[in-house]
């Protein structure tokens, strides 16, 4: 006997377990390969070592279980490989934070051996923790092949690739501008920059002429009119960072602008050195901002960086590692901290009489993503880089030919743009945790790239003639590097393993669109290099979860849905049910914690019309053939399962999540528990027991495909309800996690479905005119039927009873005549009449309406001059734009409804 209610908190770790053990998520079941099932895989994105489970991860990882529990159930060799990225810069941290609380020695007093050997210390007890919350989520992998980015496969496949990249002259040393974290001393990824809104200053100086050069300056009144012009002898130039001022090699103005032109060729002396720098012409000045006029650091802003390689401008680092001035600027500014030394020079500058004003203004300013605390340099150093451009070549030439494609197709173009302007991919990282650099640097600076310390020995003897001693680089390769390879590395590669050989190339990558460039872009190269064919033929790109209200959640915002809370509460279904019906694509989610209650609901309706079933005996009958039943009601509901199971597979090949989780809704909470369920009691309790048998082998085989067709969803309740339901009747072949997808022909009947659709949209017409015209719902009303065809009368003669218990009618009979005071509805070549005279007051409620309709057309009024507002649109958040939008549409439909009420009532009158 089913319990009362479905306990998901007892329920799923016991599943969950069941699954397990029974070997459900294995992949490559000797019963399938030999049967000749095709391979389906998937990789999933590895979360981070340190990770916890967050809400991208929630949706990210139901989508792909959606996918994978499908093709399982559809009979195919499926394998979802998992894994972990071991997150160089965040698990590092948190060792050295570990050390710091507990006043050990600091990493570079501990030296690098010791130092790893307590970070593996502490994945071992710490790291990890995600995958038992991706359990909890009911996430189907085959753990038996779990992966690590740092694990002897991965390393070794690692290794090979920067060998061979860098012997093809596709991986090298540069000195080019990266983005630097002070702190850790390390250069960081695009990905791991957060730019952070703060209020900020533009610093306007003058920089003095050289040689007595001077020009003429326009002057102009406060509206905007030029009155004439100042003879200047300098230049000024507007910044948000004084400090950077030391570095610079040239002053830049735009070639179109006139004021300027007379200084070509002129140079400045930069202030507070003895330096020289010239003006240059390039169209990176702006002449609509400030003065037109921009001082280029080339050491020290990616901007000027560009500038200065246009122009061979030097290029002077002026920080050391940790963002203190170095030994190239004047003596008094040596071993500033940044920030102090601003402050100094901003004091010395306004001295000289340089400072020509402060204005206040917000400014970006680069942060580093995970601590929000700690300010990125921009910073002049040589690291390790892949050139990019041309391994992207025939990443692109892929998704032209349509080799890989993206859904929404969009993304396609977001992908070229990325692609086409590639720049080189800056791979090393001053960090110990990670895969160490293969390089080994002779005394003279000379690099031998091999796959191991006596090979790079051997190579140095060669080109030296003698032994000469090597030092290792101290680096670690960029975490990006060993991810980009994950399709194949976790598959065995660079062995030609069984498993390389059945799964790759897999069949699609779930992923946010926000590392498209970082990781879909890096695996789509890699892959064309190294296996010479695309990692995945699909890329399925969904959309952020964000708050209710549209905003993306944040710690400081306060704003953050901890998804195992929810999971907690609600179970791991009614959040799975959620996210995938929401999942629009192209549409960012927007969660509220009552969607998920409301979803939680719908598990409960599930789990009620499961113990209707069980109470009316519906229980599964051997041998029973959907095809062959005879009443009209079963006939209609065998059609509506194949109908429903063609549209959710339809959905899901489409990647379609939100219309395959709405098909199944409408099926289960409104085709079968609000309308079968109701239409078979009579059945169930009457005297025909033929008919009473057939009603429950019917009941009971469509809860098993509900059953099915729900389970990639909402897989712990389906189960449940699978184990518990297979107590009675045959004996089930397995757990519905093996069972098979629904694939049904032949079943149904035209003429059956017209019937039911005609008797539940008599029944709805009445219910929603009773709702409108304020009708007691205790009140019994008459039904009249005129210019009705013989079949339609037939079809309410053997419905009548259903019909008039569902619709609350007192009688539903034909007529010739049209009774009076009574509300009409068409219903195909028949009009219904209901006579409501005696029963509310007509003129009445169609004085409600009719004001019900003048307050709704109110709002909309007033709701129309906002979003006809410039001003509004401008100065509102989206949410609030899109919620007035939203408002609108709600009211215009009341509208509309209420206006066909009061239509209705004035035939009556």
């Keep these: 006997m089913l319990d009362k209610t479905f306990a998901p908190q007892e329920v799923e770790k016991r599943l969950y377990a069941l699954w397990e053990e029974g070997g459900a998520f294995k992949a490559g079941p000797s019963d399938r390969v030999k049967g000749g099932a095709k391979p389906y895989s998937i990789v999933i994105p590895p979360p981070n070592v340190t990770g916890t489970l967050h809400m991208g991860h929630a949706l990210n990882n139901t989508l792909q279980d959606i996918l994978i529990r499908f093709e399982r159930m559809r009979g195919k060799d499926v394998l979802w490989q998992p894994g972990l990225d071991h997150a160089g810069i965040a698990t590092q941290m948190i060792v050295e934070r570990q050390l710091d609380a507990e006043g050990n020695m600091h990493r570079r007093d501990m030296g690098r051996d010791a130092f790893i050997e307590r970070v593996w210390k502490w994945k071992g007890e710490s790291g990890g923790a995600i995958i038992n919350q991706l359990r909890r989520l009911g996430a189907s992998c085959d753990w038996s092949r779990e992966r690590f980015t740092l694990d002897d ?18 991986i090298y040393r540069d000195k080019r501008l990266v983005n630097w974290h002070p702190e850790l001393q390390t250069a960081i990824s695009d990905l791991e920059v957060e730019n952070i809104e703060v209020k900020g200053h533009f610093w306007h100086f003058r920089y003095p002429l050289a040689d007595g050069v001077t020009y003429e300056w326009p002057v102009y009144d406060e509206d905007g009119n030029q009155t ?47 330096r020289l720098i010239p003006i240059v012409f390039d169209e990176h000045a702006d002449p609509e901002q400030g003065s037109g006029a921009v001082k280029i650091t080339p050491a020290h802003d990616f901007n000027d960086f560009e500038v200065g390689k246009r122009h061979d401008l030097e290029q002077i680092n002026i920080f050391d590692e940790t963002a203190h001035l170095n030994d190239l600027v004047p003596e008094a500014y040596r071993g500033l901290e940044r920030f102090k030394a601003r402050k100094k020079i901003v004091e010395d500058l306004e001295a000289l009489g340089l400072l020509e004003k402060i204005e206040d203004k917000p400014v970006m300013v680069p942060h580093d993503e995970k601590s929000k605390m700690v300010v ?21 030439e892929a998704v032209e030919r349509g080799e890989t494609s993206f859904v929404p197709k969009n993304w396609e173009k977001t992908y070229f743009e990325w692609m086409r302007n590639i720049q080189p991919w800056c791979i090393s990282r001053q960090l110990w945790w990670g895969h160490r650099i293969p390089a080994w640097y002779a005394e003279d600076g000379e690099i031998f790239v091999a796959y191991s310390e006596e090979e790079a020995h051997e190579q140095a003897e060669k080109h030296y003639g003698k032994k000469v001693e090597l030092k290792r680089d101290e680096d670690v390769l960029d975490t990006w590097f060993s991810s980009a390879l994950w399709p194949f590395s976790t598959l065995g590669w660079p062995d030609k393993t069984p498993e390389l050989e059945r799964y790759y190339m897999t069949d699609v990558l779930v992923t946010g669109f926000d590392i498209i460039f970082f990781w879909v872009a ?140 709405g098909a199944a809704y409408r099926f289960v ?65 397995g757990m519905l996690a ?172």
Excluded at 156 to 168: N, S
Excluded at 255 to 274: C, F, N, Q, S, W
Excluded at 376 to 396: G, H, S
Excluded at 673 to 688: A, N, R, S, T
């Design 153 to 170: 496969g991965l390393s070794k496949a690692v290794l090979k690739v920067f060998v061979e990249l860098y012997r093809e002259g596709l």
């Design 228 to 274: 004439g012009t100042e003879t200047r002898d300098y230049i000024v130039v507007a910044t948000t960072r004084p400090e950077t001022m030391l570095g610079d090699t040239a002053v830049a103005v735009n070639p179109e602008d006139e004021r300027y032109a007379p200084l070509k060729g002129a140079k400045v002396k930069l202030p507070l050195t003895d």
């Design 376 to 396: 990125i340099e921009p910073f002049l150093t040589d690291q390790w880089y892949v050139d990019a451009k041309t391994l992207a070549k025939p990443a692109i």
């Design 522 to 661: 890096r695996m789509m190269m890699m892959g064309m290099h190294f296996m010479k064919e695309v990692p995945f033929h699909t890329v399925y790109i969904h959309a952020l979860v964000r708050d209710e209200k549209g905003q993306k959640m944040s710690k400081t915002k306060g704003n953050v849905i901890d998804p195992l809370q929810l999971i907690d509460e609600y179970g791991a279904d009614a959040l799975r049910f959620t996210l995938s019906a929401m999942a629009a694509p192209g549409r960012d989610i927007k969660l509220a914690t009552n969607r998920v209650e409301g979803y939680r609901n719908f598990g409960t309706k599930l789990w009620n019309a499961s113990r209707f079933c069980e109470m009316n005996e519906c229980v599964r009958v051997e041998g029973f053939d959907p095809a062959n039943v005879q009443h009209t009601v079963n006939k209609w509901i065998v059609g509506e399962v194949a109908r429903t199971a063609s549209k959710i597979t339809e959905e899901i090949e489409a990647y379609r999540f939100n219309d395959a989780s």
């Design 669 to 733: 909470w409104n085709v079968f528990c609000d309308w079968y369920l109701e239409f078979i009691k009579p059945l169930l309790m009457g005297e025909d027991e033929a008919a009473k048998a057939e009603a429950r082998a019917t009941a009971a085989w469509t809860l098993d495909q509900i059953l099915k067709l729900l389970h990639p969803f909402m897989p712990f309740i389906t189960e449940e309800l699978w184990q518990r339901t297979g107590e009675q009747g045959p004996k089930r072949d």
């Design 738 to 909: 093996l069972a098979e997808w629904p694939l049904l022909t032949g079943v149904g009947s035209p003429e059956a479905d017209d019937e039911m659709e005609w008797v539940i949209r008599l029944i709805s017409d009445v219910r929603s005119v009773r709702a409108e015209m304020n009708v007691p719902a205790g009140a019994k009303i008459e039904l009249a039927i005129k210019d009705a065809s013989g079949e339609t009368l037939k079809r309410l003669e053997r419905h009548k009873n259903l019909i008039m218990r569902l619709a609350r009618l007192e009688k539903a009979e034909p007529t010739d005549s049209v009774p009076q005071g009574a509300v009409q509805m068409v219903l195909n070549e028949a009009t219904i009449f209901l006579p409501l005279a005696d029963v509310i007051d007509l003129g009445a409620e169609m004085e409600r309406l009719k004001k019900a309709i003048a307050k709704l057309e109110g709002e909309v009024k007033k709701i129309d001059a906002k979003l006809g507002n410039e001003k509004f649109l401008a100065g509102a958040p989206e949410h609030v734009v899109e919620e007035q939008r939203e408002r609108k549409a709600d009211a215009e439909s009341t509208i509309s409804r209420l206006s066909d009420a009061v239509k209705r009532l004035e035939s009556a009158a």
